[in-house]
């Protein structure tokens, strides 16, 4: 089999495990299935994959990428805080929720050192966000008197609690907006 096959086939069983484990979630991903969706014979998809746990590590950073890299972009090419906070949170809340549930509560709790690896990318991310509200602060587009690195560990620590709780899709995304409201507007955000 040729290096870019591999590398195709590779990509095509991440995409259909993607795709089970947003479904179905973490324990909808049935490797005889996998194998089966991608046309593949059991012992050729682990060769393409190595194990299971490294396929998950795969999904849990394409998660990551999908929803909280996209849903960043606004901070990297919107200079205006409020458009680009406003458009972060129409990006987060359509679609970063369900995503972000499966890999809190499912693939972190299986997987811990999964969550370690994907929380390092994370902290980076954040900081280049704490960074650009700092700049903004700066440049008199913020409150000067709110301390930009409490706001956000606020609004990490909100998201953590509501996305562990057990509450519907809906009632996360409720409480999250009005907690993400309160605090964006205390920092002069208007959104």
Request: proline share 2%; aromatic share 12%; hydrophobic share 40%.
């Amino acid at each position: 089999m040729a290096k870019t096959d591999k590398i195709e086939i590779k990509e095509r069983v991440t995409n259909v495990a993607y795709e089970m484990i947003m479904k179905f979630g973490l324990r909808g991903l049935n490797m005889v299935e996998l194998a089966r969706e991608s046309g593949l014979a059991k012992a050729t998809l682990y060769k393409i994959i190595g194990t299971k746990e490294d396929l998950i590590r795969q999904i849990a950073f394409r998660i990551f990428e999908v929803n909280f890299i996209k849903m960043l972009e606004p901070f990297r090419l919107i200079d205006d805080p409020s458009k680009a906070t406003q458009e972060f949170l129409d990006n987060y809340f359509d679609y970063a929720i369900q995503a972000q549930k499966i890999l809190v509560q499912q693939i972190y709790r299986e997987y811990p050192l999964i969550e370690k690896e994907v929380d390092q990318e994370f902290k980076v991310e954040t900081e280049f966000v704490i960074q650009r509200y700092k700049q903004w602060q700066s440049e008199g587009l913020i409150r000067q008197d709110v301390n930009v690195d409490y706001c956000i560990d606020a609004l990490q620590h909100l998201n953590e609690f509501y996305v562990v709780e057990n509450y519907s899709e809906e009632e996360t995304i409720a409480r999250l907006r009005a907690s993400f409201t309160c605090v964006l507007r205390g920092m002069g955000i208007e959104i």
